[in-house]
């Protein structure tokens, strides 16, 4: 199923340029994160946690999440999103961005 919505995707993907067809990816891997983020690190303020999941993540880690948005979240982005929160740059993200958003 997700290689059929990816496939679906790719006709519009391939008529866009670079650019939009990152912040495309980026966006539909921002829905997959919001549920993983939402339903393993409740506590966690969302947006800052995106934010930091987001801008942390690889290329080829984005367009995996993007590929479940619509199906997802599954075993796999969990992992995805594990691996990019464990990163130092994002923990480091995250204690700047997320725990200012907790105290406010």
């Given amino acids: 199923m997700r290689k059929l ?34 339903q393993r690190y409740p506590s966690v303020p969302v947006e800052p946690a ?9 290329a080829q880690q984005i367009y995996a999440l993007a590929s479940e948005s619509v199906t997802g979240p599954t075993q796999s982005s ?8 464990s990163k130092p740059e994002t923990l480091t993200c995250l204690a ?5 958003a907790l105290i406010r």
């Fill in 5 to 38: 919505v990816f496939l679906a995707l790719l006709p519009v993907l391939a008529s866009c340029d670079a650019a939009t067809q990152d912040q495309i990816a980026r966006n539909a891997a921002r829905s997959t994160v919001n549920k993983v983020v939402l």
């Fill in 50 to 58: 995106l934010n930091c999941v987001i801008d942390n993540a690889n």
């Fill in 78 to 85: 969990v992992e995805i999103v594990t691996v990019i929160v």
């Fill in 96 to 100: 700047a961005e997320g725990l200012p």
